[in-house]
């Protein structure tokens, strides 16, 4: 009987303690979880051991997201790098085929974007300009005709960009269209090369009068003098042109040279009474 008083006596203090724990553990799983806002100086213990747990189970999938992400990379790291092998092989078996080297196809590339460049600014141009830009179109033609000619506008990665920018430059000539105009009076019309120039229907830009002067430089020898009636051909409207400068810096180089030049005192009449 002893025997058994004593057993039990041993055996309550571990289950009274198994018990206690318990207790709290159950105490705490049914403990609801705290309001996200709640703060935390005003959560009771077994809420903020919820939070707690909270955090780290949070913390724990994040983690756990994070290593799929770094593997997933790493796959994919490896096969963009296999990737970018294959490619490479491939370029150097396309290069072997039209006898280059990388430094060619570069160069190559290089030009090519150099004409393709100078496309897109004639593109900007209005068809005046572009009228009075056909040398550089016929240059831009020559220099893509050249590229061409070589092995390596065979590769893929030329071949569509140098067809489009041979359709690009033939959308670019321009015929020169030549209007004439026929000279009024001073009196009616108030008729000179820069009120001429200053029309809507010309240029509605009086500064451009010496292209009309250049234009007609065989019948107009001096551009303060014209007469009713001449026939000038008009160029399309657009930039001076250098020829065009030139002659209009010479014009008023000699404008003021003769403004500068001294006048000739006025010599008496001779009559008859003093012969």
Do not use: H
């Not at 553990?25 to 959560?43: G, S």
């Amino acid at each position: 009987m002893s025997d058994s008083r004593t057993f039990f006596r041993r055996l309550g203090v571990p289950v009274l303690i198994l018990a206690m724990t318990s207790s709290a553990a159950f105490a705490q799983q049914t403990t609801a979880p705290p309001d996200p806002n709640k703060p935390d100086a005003e959560l009771t213990k077994d809420e903020a051991d919820i939070r707690i747990k909270q955090f780290r189970e949070t913390v724990t999938g994040l983690e756990n997201q994070v290593k799929q992400n770094d593997d997933k990379f790493t796959n994919l790291t490896q096969k963009l790098a296999q990737i970018q092998k294959q490619a490479s092989d491939c370029d150097s078996a396309f290069y072997a085929l039209v006898n280059a080297s990388k430094a060619d196809v570069e160069g190559f590339r290089q030009r090519l974007g150099v004409i393709e460049g100078k496309i897109r600014e004639l593109k900007q141009l209005s068809d005046d300009a572009l009228v009075e830009k056909q040398d550089q179109v016929k240059a831009l033609e020559n220099d893509l005709n050249a590229l061409r000619k070589e092995k390596i506008a065979l590769l893929p990665e030329f071949y569509e960009r140098i067809m489009a920018a041979a359709r690009d430059i033939k959308g670019l000539y321009r015929e020169k269209k030549i209007r004439s105009y026929t000279v009024g009076t001073w009196a009616e019309n108030r008729e000179c090369l820069w009120n001429i120039s200053a029309r809507n229907e010309i240029y509605d830009d009086a500064f451009l009068w010496p292209k009309i002067w250049v234009a007609n430089s065989n019948i107009i020898r001096n551009p303060d003098i014209i007469y009713p009636g001449q026939q000038f051909q008009i160029p399309p409207k657009a930039d001076k042109t250098s020829e065009e400068m030139k002659a209009e810096r010479r014009y008023w180089r000699t404008k003021r040279a003769s403004a500068d030049r001294p006048v000739p005192s006025a010599q008496p009449l001779k009559t008859g009474a003093n012969n």
